[in-house]
């Protein structure tokens, strides 16, 4: 019993201590770009802010959507790639980092609509996760200058697409809990 509660804590510690760093490197690596008035890594933040621990049967399940989620902009946005993002914080992380970013080799030439499907085609429901959190940060991001009409627009495209991710989500986190 003492050895369970002892190796939980441990787990834990290390749980925490990934994602504080996380959360370190991806300030550092997102450098000074900017969100529109404000420091780029608010937004990743945002993001992993909407990851629910309520969702994940493991705390080592939630660090790895975590830090996905903080990370998910850093290949479109900075000089890293997939393997380096693997070699900081494992493979799980780095693949739905890497299907969340639409430059990405397999998604060129696709609309966003079809962006959107490949994702849910994944299967992996952290990819879908993290992709589904950006979005509801995207549809709140400042449209300041942005016409009325161009703002409807982005409404409803993420409207649709955010209720598609969220019946993906709901189906593979029924299937990974099963």
């Not at 399940?61 to 900075?78: G, K, P, R, V």
Request: proline content about 2%.
């Amino acid at each position: 019993m003492m050895k369970d509660i002892q190796f939980k804590a441990l787990q834990t510690y290390h749980q925490n201590r990934r994602m504080k760093e996380a959360v370190k490197w991806m300030m550092n690596a997102h450098g000074s770009q900017m969100y529109g008035n404000q420091p780029y890594w608010t937004h990743p933040l945002a993001v992993a802010s909407h990851i629910n621990r309520a969702d994940h049967n493991t705390l080592e399940s939630y660090a790895d959507s975590y830090i996905a989620a903080l990370c998910h902009d850093i290949i479109e946005d900075t000089s890293y790639d997939r393997k380096f993002i693997s070699h900081l914080f494992g493979e799980k992380v780095a693949t739905a980092v890497a299907n969340v970013s639409k430059n990405s080799p397999q998604y060129e030439g696709m609309s966003y609509d079809e962006f959107i499907e490949a994702i849910i085609a994944t299967g992996d429901v952290t990819t879908v996760e993290v992709k589904m959190a950006d979005m509801v940060c995207n549809i709140g991001a400042d449209k300041t200058g942005m016409s009325p009409a161009r703002v409807a627009k982005l409404a409803v495209k993420y409207n649709i697409n955010i209720g598609k991710l969220i019946s993906a989500y709901s189906f593979l986190r029924w299937e990974r809990n099963k």
